[in-house]
């Protein structure tokens, strides 16, 4: 479903990602862990076609990342990590517009809609404004939108952020759920290693390389821990950083605040 | 480009303006300031020898800066969906970034001219005769201008990625387009330097435009302000996608 090659992405003499390879199976529940600002969010940019790779290959679906940005488009949904719902829009708005932005038929997307947004439990809320959302419901919104274009592969950038246990819990269960009865190929990032361990296999990124790729239980044996938090800060750990701590670091810091400072 | 994908971005755009009060208050605010206090204010100034009443004068220039202010408003609104991340949502969808930059000009000059018609409604009140024919000439018109002022704000949006931004383009794009653009002084008495930077001024072709349709009275040949228009909207149409297709997500 995914095929990365060699992948790398500079920001003027910053290498966000320096060298990238990995690929995830039809189906799979593949894991993109690593600490912050060691190049998650920049691959899942690369691969959903909003950023052009410096250097390397990628497909998705099959399709080139560069070459056929719009059949990726077509084949992927998202849930970013920031929000990024249309606020002065109702729910069922923000759903319409992303079904006229995919050309999708809309008698059929209709009944899909209907059933994803029972799922969640916001077909009561359909024509309230999103601003009156919470933030739970948001994050719910967007699921339902992710999914509306029958995707084959979605993105989940750290897709349970600042969400309470509750809402979690419901989110993982409908995402898992569609899964096993769609298919459903699921790539996400997260810093919850609860969430983490659900995956079929583990990538760990640091500093803008892959560091090791496993299943959790495999991963658990060979580092010989009981649990993923012990493996991640075993691989990533504290000793590991502060020898890096070098000017590399700080540039990587400062591109972050300008990255934040352009968002 | 697709006409669907262009309509999508549009519809959105139109749905979002129609709960915006504050937009539509601005629209009718605008002008009622302007002519009020400035038309009555700097009449008896104007008076002695132009061809017209100075508030007469002055009414295209105020449908002129009706069109301008919501063009860029509406241009503006892609610094707030870059904002709050709706932008990604319409980035990552299968729609070319052509028909994004399209979509956008084409909701902002619509947004424009009906904010630029809540200027017409004033014309009785001036005894300015509106017939058919001048409405049915004013309003594609207008849309050209729209279309010219929606382009160029897209042109400076796409690059700018905060709203700290805007007061500048306000200064340094918007006033001074509405100042040299004869929209409130006659251009043939000032300096040739200013001459020049008027004669470059998109705006200055469309409130002649505007004057002629209106009054039948007019500075340069209208084929000119026509071409001139039609010319510079395309050229700021092209450029706004080519930015959008580099624009930062």
């Known amino acids: 479903m995914i095929k990365v090659q060699n992948l790398a992405k500079s920001f003027g003499p910053l290498w966000a990602v320096e060298d990238v390879s990995f690929s995830v199976e039809k189906g799979e529940f593949f894991g993109f862990l690593g600490p912050n600002g060691a190049g998650k969010t920049t691959t899942i940019n690369i691969l959903c076609t909003l950023l052009s790779p410096t250097r390397g290959e990628a497909t998705v679906a099959g399709y080139d990342v560069v070459r056929e940005p719009n059949q990726v488009r077509r084949s992927i949904g998202i849930i970013f990590q920031d929000p990024s719902l249309d606020e002065r829009l109702t729910a069922f708005e923000n759903l319409r517009f992303h079904a006229m932005l995919y050309h999708l038929p809309w008698r059929e997307t209709k009944e899909r809609m209907e059933s994803l947004l029972s799922m969640v439990g916001l077909s009561g809320r359909r024509n309230d404004l999103v601003k009156y959302f919470s933030g739970g419901m948001k994050r719910r919104l967007e699921i339902v939108r992710g999914l509306l274009h029958s995707p084959q592969l979605l993105f989940l950038d750290e897709p349970t952020l600042g969400l309470d246990p509750q809402t979690r819990k419901y989110i993982w269960t409908y995402v898992r759920d569609l899964q096993k009865k769609e298919g459903l190929t699921l790539f996400m990032t997260t810093h919850y290693m609860e969430e983490a361990d659900q995956c079929d296999r583990i990538a760990i990124i640091d500093a803008g390389k892959i560091i090791a790729l496993d299943t959790p239980t495999a991963f658990k044996r060979s580092l010989g821990v009981g649990s993923l938090e012990e493996v991640f800060l075993k691989l990533t750990g504290r000793e590991i950083r502060e020898e890096d701590a070098s000017e590399k670091d700080q540039l990587r810091d400062l591109h972050r605040k300008w990255i934040g400072r352009m968002r | ?249």
């Not at chain 2, 947004?111 to 049915?136: E, R, T």
């Not at chain 2, 700290?164 to 200064?171: H, K, P, Q, V």
């Not at chain 2, 002649?208 to 040949?221: M, S």
Request: some cysteine; charged content about 10%; hydrophobic content about 55%.
């Open chain 2, 1 to 249: 480009m697709e006409l669907q994908s262009i309509y999508t971005v549009w519809l959105r755009d139109l749905v979002r303006i129609r709960r915006d009060r504050t937009q539509l208050l601005g629209s009718l605010a605008r002008p009622i300031l302007w002519l009020l206090f400035l038309g009555i204010g700097m009449g008896p100034v104007f008076h002695s020898d132009m061809e017209m009443p100075y508030l007469h004068y002055l009414f295209p220039g105020i449908i002129a800066m009706n069109l301008l202010f919501a063009s860029f408003l509406s241009a503006i609104s892609i610094i707030w969906d870059r904002e709050f991340g709706f932008l990604k949502e319409i980035l990552v969808s299968p729609i070319s970034r052509s028909s994004i930059a399209f979509g956008k000009a084409a909701s902002g000059s619509t947004i424009a001219v009906l904010q630029g018609l809540v200027v017409l409604a004033f014309a009785p009140l001036l005894h300015i005769s509106l017939s058919f024919s001048s409405l049915f000439l004013l309003i594609p018109s207008m849309f050209l201008v729209a279309f010219t002022c929606t382009s160029m704000g897209i042109v400076l949006a796409s690059r700018m990625t905060s709203f700290e931004g805007f007061g500048t383009i306000a200064n340094f794009v918007i006033m001074p387009m509405f100042f040299l653009s004869g929209a409130i002084f006659p251009l043939d008495r000032i300096p040739t330097w200013l001459k020049l930077l008027t004669r470059l001024n998109p705006l200055t072709y469309g409130v002649d435009q505007f004057r002629w349709i209106l009054y039948g009275v007019h500075r340069f040949p209208v084929a000119f302000d026509l071409s001139f228009n039609i010319f510079f909207s395309l050229l700021m149409l092209g450029l706004a996608i080519a930015m959008f297709k580099r624009s930062p997500a």
